[in-house]
Each structure stands twice: as C-alpha cells, then as structure tokens.
C-alpha cells in the first residue's frame, strides 16, 4: 500500500499563513493526481486542491481560492499546500491524498483516491 507522509500543520491566528507538504514513494508510484483534503468535526471530508502530475493542472474548492495554492517538487514527488489570510473555517485535518489521473477535477471525490496520508490538524483560531 502506497504511503504517504504529511508534515506541517500547527495552530495560527486568523489571518496568518501555514504550509503542508506531502512526500511520495519516488519508486513504483503511478499515481497522476495528488492533493489535499480536510474534515472538520462533525463534518465529511471534502476536497481542498489538487493537482496533477502531468501538466500540473490544478483545481480548488472555492472556499480557499486565491488564498491556498498547491505546488510539486517533481524531483522529490512532493506536493505542497500554502495556505495563506487562513480562516477559524479552515480548522480541520488535513489529509494528502493520491488517486489516478481522472480523479483530478473540480468536483472532488474523496473515494476516487487511493493513498492517504495520516493527517495533520490545523488549527486558526480569531
């Protein structure tokens, strides 16, 4: 099973800015979307941004649109998730996620994906 693994996350005040990344196997990964997800409690998980790995084409919900960006390091496989003027709307789990290449649209399907990561908290408080 395919793993990925998270860093970053933490807890900000409103307004301020944090940065996720997301590592993948460099070897025997096929993979061609990769992106970002987050559930808040109470709430199911919904897509954030994604991207894919070839083209880098991109996609985001519309609540982070023009403050989220997602990035990729092709040498490394990693995908990034800036998030910046961060919202108290913004608290949840993040989770990395890597599904095939038509998982990679607007309407985001957290079942289309394949790989996960553990998930990391973001917390912004006002």
């Known amino acids: 099973q395919v793993q990925l693994v998270e860093s970053g996350g933490g807890s900000v005040q409103a307004g301020g800015s944090l940065k996720l990344s997301c590592a993948a196997p460099?070897?025997?990964?096929?993979?061609?979307?990769m992106g970002w997800f987050r559930q808040a409690p109470g709430n199911e998980r919904e897509g954030v941004a994604l991207m894919t790995t070839i083209a880098d084409n991109t996609h985001y919900a519309d609540a982070v649109k023009g403050r989220f960006a997602i990035s990729r390091d092709a040498a490394t496989n990693t995908v990034y998730l800036q998030m910046d003027r961060l919202k108290p709307e913004d608290t949840a789990i993040y989770y990395c996620a890597a599904g095939p290449y038509g998982a990679c649209r607007t309407r985001m399907v957290a079942e289309w994906f394949e790989a996960w990561g553990q998930g990391t908290q973001v917390t912004v408080s006002s």
């Open positions: 460099k070897e025997n990964f096929n993979l061609e979307c």
